[in-house]
């Protein structure tokens, strides 16, 4: 039997076989086998690359994925796993951003690539805080002794401090709307979690690498002092002793 969901979402997105099997970078054929045959489950890097230029979420092209590795116990909450940050479709950040109502936490030490890879991310910022979303952007201070030590490890062009402060610049645009918060924080540099109500994405930082090649985990809180409440229990603690950001504040 054909791959409807598969040819539903093509047809969604407006992409021929040829141009998804460009983005995916396999053969036509391929992609033609995919479509022809709901069984057929490619490899999860194609996965990952063709969820995101359809803009849909793995799960719903080739749901056997997500029902062949149910679980049960504590590692249920763990929805997918990315041995890379930049595995995650965009689709996923979208669709989570998109959906909170209650909570959007991001406690990332820079959280510089947000503003590279969600379009409007302001826009969508001030609209769910309008809306009644806490907002928080828990960040690293451009100026500590834990960044300078980071940026030594990374030695890369674009260091920690810059990244940092291009975060500030963007929340600067919208520290005027009521709801949006943001402060310093130094104990999660090698940790960062991204909160959206009940699901979150958790990506511990390897060594001198940056997060986008750091591995990242999906979460869904499914019970009481799971991974997910142990995570946010993280977060909860390093926000309550986060400092005032002093650029910010006087927005």
Same mark, same amino acid.
């Given at each position: 039997?054909?791959?409807?969901?598969?040819?539903?979402?093509?047809?969604?997105?407006?992409?021929?076989?040829? $141009?998804?099997?460009? !983005?995916?970078?396999?053969?036509?054929?391929?992609?033609?086998?995919?479509?022809? *045959?709901? *069984?057929?489950?490619?490899? /999860?890097r194609h996965r990952w690359a063709a969820s995101d230029a359809l803009g849909v979420d793995e799960g719903m092209l080739w749901p056997d994925t997500i029902r062949k590795n149910v679980?049960?116990?504590?590692?249920?909450?763990?929805?997918?796993?990315?041995?890379?940050?930049?595995?995650?479709?965009?689709?996923?950040?979208?669709?989570?951003?998109?959906?909170?109502?209650?909570?959007?936490? %991001? !406690?990332?030490?820079?959280?510089?690539?947000?503003?590279?890879?969600?379009?409007?991310?302001?826009?969508?910022?001030?609209? +769910?805080?309008?809306?009644?979303?806490?907002?928080?952007?828990?960040?690293?201070?451009?100026?500590? *002794?834990?960044?300078?030590?980071?940026?030594? =490890? $990374?030695?890369?062009?674009?260091?920690?401090?810059?990244?940092? +402060?291009?975060?500030?610049?963007?929340?600067? +645009?919208?520290?005027?709307?009521?709801?949006?918060?943001?402060?310093?924080?130094?104990?999660?540099?090698?940790?960062?979690? %991204?909160?959206?109500?009940?699901?979150?994405?958790?990506? /511990? &930082?390897?060594? &001198?690498?940056?997060?986008?090649?750091? /591995?990242?985990?999906?979460?869904?809180?499914?019970?009481?002092?799971?991974?997910? *409440?142990?995570?946010?229990? &993280?977060?909860? $603690? =390093?926000?309550?002793?986060?400092?005032?950001?002093?650029?910010?504040?006087?927005?």
């Open positions: 039997m054909t791959n409807d969901a598969l040819r539903q979402a093509m047809a969604n997105a407006r992409l021929t076989e040829k $141009e998804l099997a460009e !983005a995916c970078q396999v053969d036509i054929k391929t992609v033609a086998r995919w479509v022809a *045959d709901e *069984d057929r489950t490619p490899h /999860p679980k049960t116990g504590p590692d249920r909450e763990v929805l997918a796993v990315y041995p890379y940050r930049s595995a995650c479709p965009k689709s996923v950040w979208r669709r989570l951003i998109g959906g909170a109502n209650k909570e959007l936490t %991001f !406690a990332g030490y820079t959280n510089y690539f947000l503003w590279l890879e969600i379009p409007n991310l302001r826009a969508v910022l001030r609209r +769910k805080a309008e809306h009644g979303c806490r907002v928080r952007f828990l960040i690293g201070d451009p100026d500590s *002794d834990v960044t300078r030590r980071r940026e030594e =490890l $990374e030695s890369v062009p674009l260091t920690v401090g810059t990244r940092i +402060k291009i975060t500030i610049d963007e929340l600067s +645009k919208v520290m005027n709307v009521p709801g949006i918060e943001a402060r310093y924080g130094d104990d999660h540099i090698a940790m960062s979690v %991204f909160i959206f109500d009940d699901e979150m994405l958790v990506t /511990p &930082h390897l060594a &001198h690498l940056v997060g986008h090649d750091s /591995p990242m985990l999906h979460i869904q809180r499914q019970q009481e002092d799971g991974l997910y *409440d142990r995570f946010a229990y &993280h977060v909860a $603690e =390093l926000w309550n002793g986060g400092r005032a950001i002093a650029e910010l504040a006087t927005q």
